[in-house]
């Protein structure tokens, strides 16, 4: 038996939305689980030599927690790892692995656990909704749980990103861990900053209801993860900065970082990503720019 998944990148907080709005990236990792091979596993890609020098291999985190939470052990199996999206860019990295382990579980077991379950999962592996769940559902994707508590009603609303938008990427070499990212913000913010993000939040979220561009420049702004960041990713503003200059409607760090998304037009989005780039350069902190679309479909599944 095989099992065949694709699962796209993600970027998590889109600026103000801290843990709580992702969007999805034409980028993806494939995930082939075959009953054939027996405990061989073959990575090719991002992250391949990590994985041989005994990183955790979340794919299969993932499968064994399916096995934990569903009582459905599956047979012996390897996995064939095709990995594009790069390691600690804040490009949802380990998301993709655990949204893919999963449905790649829940497609050999039979269960048909429908995606809410898998979300559910995945988001207790993860820690945050705001990667897995565009890693899943594809486009943009707000989710909220209930009195803030992690194990509390999930309520999950999926926008439709217009078709000509496009996410230009600049990704730096830089590794940012996301436990690193996380541990360098404070415990709680001035209100004033509070106030600041939620009206962002609300913006951000018609931006994308409304097919507003003209909204993104404002909505994409944060005042409650991005300054503290900067301490240890002193680059990123001037990138931001660099990604509007060169055209895009707004812009803003992609998950924890290193990468900065800046969402443009389609026929701006080379310009802004190339902007990025010279100020990369210019900062001495190498790396690639992408422009890629916002796909509409998100984690794909064929057995």
């Known amino acids: 038996m095989r099992v065949c998944v694709t699962v796209p990148a993600s970027g998590g907080n889109t600026g103000p939305a801290f843990d709580s709005l992702g969007v999805a990236y034409a980028l993806t990792n494939d995930l082939v689980l075959d009953t054939d091979r027996r405990g061989e596993d073959e990575v090719k890609g991002e992250g391949a ?31 064939e790892m095709v990995n594009r999206i790069p390691f600690g860019r804040g490009l949802g990295s380990s ?28 988001v207790a592996m993860e820690g945050h909704p705001d990667n897995v769940a565009p890693a ?3 486009g943009a994707v707000l989710t909220v749980f209930d009195e803030g508590r992690i194990d ?4 999950v609303v999926p926008f439709a990103v217009p078709a000509g938008w496009r996410a230009a990427l600049y990704v730096p070499d830089l590794v940012i861990p996301t436990k690193q990212a996380r541990a360098i913000l404070p415990a709680s913010v001035p209100r004033a900053d509070a106030v600041f993000n939620h009206g962002r939040t609300a913006l951000l979220a018609a931006a994308f209801l409304q097919g507003r561009p003209d909204l993104l420049r404002v909505a994409m702004q944060d005042r409650i993860h991005q300054p503290y960041r900067a301490k240890i990713f002193p680059q990123m503003e001037a990138l931001i900065r660099a990604g509007l200059e060169g055209g895009a ?6 998950g ?4 900065v998304l800046a ?17 990369g350069a210019s900062l001495g902190l190498p790396g690639r720019s992408m422009v890629l679309e916002i796909p509409r479909e998100g984690a794909s599944v064929e057995s």
């Open 49 to 79: 030599e990590a994985l041989r020098r005994g990183e955790t291999n979340l794919v299969r985190a993932a499968i064994a927690r399916f096995e934990a939470e569903t009582g459905r052990k599956l047979p012996p199996y390897g996995l």
């Open 95 to 122: 998301a993709a692995a655990i949204v893919g382990g999963l449905l790649a579980a829940d497609a050999a077991a039979g269960t048909s656990l429908g995606r809410e379950r898998i979300l559910r999962m995945a």
């Open 136 to 138: 899943l559902h594809g």
């Open 152 to 155: 509390g009603p999930l309520t």
């Open 249 to 254: 409607w707004g812009a803003c760090m992609s």
């Open 256 to 259: 924890a970082g290193s990468s």
């Open 263 to 279: 969402i443009a037009h389609e026929s701006k989005a080379q310009a802004a990503a190339a902007a990025m780039a010279r100020a």
